[in-house]
């Protein structure tokens, strides 16, 4: 009987060996038939094991040329990119410059003025006493003229870029705002438009004050409108505010194409943009077409399209200069729906979706002691007391 059992033992275990080296040969084989990858990974061709043979830059500019060179060769680990700018053909698309030309000032004479004005302070003795003593004032609208006419204007394009300004009135262009735009509401100049910041409908319920930096005998045509104020169409606006052949910065002696309108952004809707564009004319416009009777109170007559517009005189005329705002709802909005464009309010609800809550678990682990309190029915209930 031992002997049997040692044999059936051997069996058994010659049949699983066998097997075993069976499954190992068709593992093998399935692995061997895999498709083998689409290059070389990066640094593959690098012998790790002798790094003092592999070549020497001697210098970070020969290190960074062949960097740069390595960089710019196709690699298949990077065709993410590929996939991405073929499921989305606009996304690689390069935008255009439409604004006036940028000349570059020259960089030699400006770290040369530089230093000449730092050379002067360091010897100025008053200067010294005033900084030792943390007297020293620095007057805030000279910083201010000094951003306006070095890296402003690149500021406010990527601001502009950043909420969307450009995409939404000017489709795939751009432009570089060079000349800046100073616009006050309120008698005292309280409330001013920057880049961005919030007024309320209440503030900017009259037409501001406009200035800005123009040559004499320039033309100029100023825009206020709204890419998300309409009420039926996703890409229309509403022109608020258009005024053509401004003569230099006065903007009353211009023509008024469209009247002011107060901004009434919609009850429910949120922050709105409301953008000023101005526009710098190489000569008389005719802008016969644009002129609506004053007062114009039809939001369809309003009915406005930036880009529409700027293509019609693209040749005529050269965006310079942005600024725009943001406003919501408040109760000056309903006076002006009632009292201005005599019509209904239109409020706007948010429809909250009820609370979603993961299927209950018999037994749950790490969950604090009120767990069971998010899948009552919601009723009142009695706890035993009958």
Same mark, same amino acid.
């Given at each position: 009987?031992?002997?049997?059992?040692?044999?059936?033992?051997?069996?058994?275990?010659?049949?699983?060996?066998?097997?075993?080296?069976?499954?190992? !040969?068709?593992?093998? %084989?399935?692995?061997?038939?895999?498709?083998?990858?689409?290059?070389?990974?990066?640094?593959?061709?690098?012998?790790?094991?002798?790094?003092?043979?592999?070549?020497?830059?001697?210098? !970070? /500019?020969?290190?960074? *040329?062949?960097?740069?060179?390595?960089?710019?060769?196709?690699?298949? @680990?990077?065709?993410?990119?590929?996939?991405?700018?073929?499921?989305?053909?606009?996304?690689?698309?390069?935008?255009?410059?439409?604004? &006036?030309?940028?000349?570059?000032?020259?960089? *030699?004479?400006?770290?040369?003025?530089?230093?000449?004005?730092?050379?002067?302070?360091? *010897?100025?003795?008053?200067?010294?006493?005033?900084?030792?003593?943390?007297?020293?004032?620095?007057?805030? $609208?000279?910083?201010?003229?000094?951003?306006?006419?070095?890296?402003?204007?690149?500021? %406010? +394009?990527?601001?502009?870029?950043?909420?969307?300004?450009?995409?939404? &009135?000017?489709?795939?262009?751009?432009?570089?705002? +060079?000349?800046?735009?100073?616009?006050?509401?309120?008698? $005292? #100049?309280?409330?001013? %438009?920057?880049?961005?910041?919030?007024? /309320?409908?209440?503030?900017?319920?009259?037409?501001?004050? %406009?200035?800005?930096?123009?040559?004499?005998?320039?033309? @100029?045509?100023?825009?206020?409108?709204?890419?998300?104020?309409?009420?039926?169409?996703?890409?229309?606006?509403?022109?608020?505010?258009?005024?053509?052949?401004?003569?230099?910065?006065?903007?009353?002696?211009?023509?008024?194409?469209?009247?002011?309108?107060?901004?009434?952004?919609?009850?429910? /809707?949120?922050?709105?943009?409301?953008?000023?564009?101005?526009?710098?004319?190489?000569?008389?416009?005719? !802008?016969?077409?644009?002129?609506?009777?004053?007062?114009?109170?039809?939001?369809?007559? *309003?009915?406005?399209?930036?880009?529409?517009?700027?293509?019609?005189?693209?040749?005529?005329?050269?965006?310079?200069?942005?600024?725009?705002?943001?406003? +919501? @709802?408040?109760?000056?909005?309903?006076?002006?729906?009632? #009292?201005?464009?005599?019509?209904?309010?239109?409020?706007?609800?948010?429809?909250?979706?009820?609370?979603?809550?993961?299927?209950?678990?018999?037994?749950?682990?790490?969950?604090?002691?009120?767990?069971?309190?998010?899948?009552?029915? #919601?009723?009142?209930?009695?706890? #035993?007391?009958?």
């Amino acid at each position: 009987m031992a002997l049997r059992g040692v044999a059936s033992v051997a069996r058994r275990n010659s049949a699983d060996l066998w097997f075993r080296n069976v499954r190992t !040969f068709v593992t093998t %084989v399935h692995l061997c038939r895999r498709v083998p990858p689409l290059g070389p990974m990066p640094n593959e061709d690098i012998d790790v094991s002798s790094l003092e043979s592999l070549e020497k830059y001697r210098s !970070f /500019t020969r290190y960074f *040329r062949a960097a740069e060179e390595a960089q710019n060769q196709p690699a298949w @680990w990077k065709s993410y990119r590929s996939y991405r700018d073929a499921a989305d053909p606009e996304h690689g698309a390069e935008r255009v410059d439409i604004g &006036l030309p940028y000349r570059v000032s020259n960089r *030699r004479k400006e770290v040369k003025e530089r230093s000449q004005v730092m050379k002067n302070n360091k *010897r100025s003795v008053e200067l010294e006493r005033a900084a030792r003593l943390r007297t020293l004032k620095v007057s805030l $609208d000279r910083v201010q003229d000094t951003w306006e006419k070095t890296s402003g204007p690149f500021h %406010v +394009q990527r601001i502009a870029d950043h909420y969307g300004v450009f995409r939404d &009135l000017f489709a795939d262009a751009y432009f570089l705002p +060079q000349v800046t735009l100073r616009i006050c509401y309120g008698r $005292d #100049g309280a409330a001013r %438009v920057h880049h961005g910041n919030r007024l /309320t409908p209440s503030q900017a319920a009259s037409p501001p004050e %406009v200035s800005f930096d123009a040559e004499p005998g320039s033309l @100029w045509t100023l825009l206020l409108t709204s890419p998300d104020e309409h009420l039926q169409e996703t890409r229309a606006e509403y022109v608020h505010w258009l005024v053509g052949n401004v003569p230099g910065a006065a903007v009353q002696e211009g023509e008024e194409l469209f009247h002011y309108l107060p901004p009434f952004p919609a009850r429910g /809707t949120g922050f709105q943009r409301f953008v000023y564009v101005l526009f710098k004319q190489e000569g008389l416009v005719d !802008f016969q077409e644009e002129v609506r009777p004053s007062p114009c109170l039809s939001l369809q007559e *309003r009915t406005f399209r930036t880009l529409d517009f700027y293509r019609k005189h693209q040749d005529r005329m050269t965006p310079a200069g942005l600024a725009f705002f943001q406003s +919501q @709802w408040d109760e000056s909005v309903t006076d002006t729906f009632h #009292g201005v464009l005599c019509m209904k309010e239109p409020v706007f609800e948010f429809i909250r979706p009820p609370v979603y809550h993961p299927p209950q678990v018999k037994y749950p682990h790490g969950q604090p002691l009120r767990y069971l309190d998010r899948y009552r029915d #919601g009723r009142e209930h009695t706890y #035993g007391i009958y």
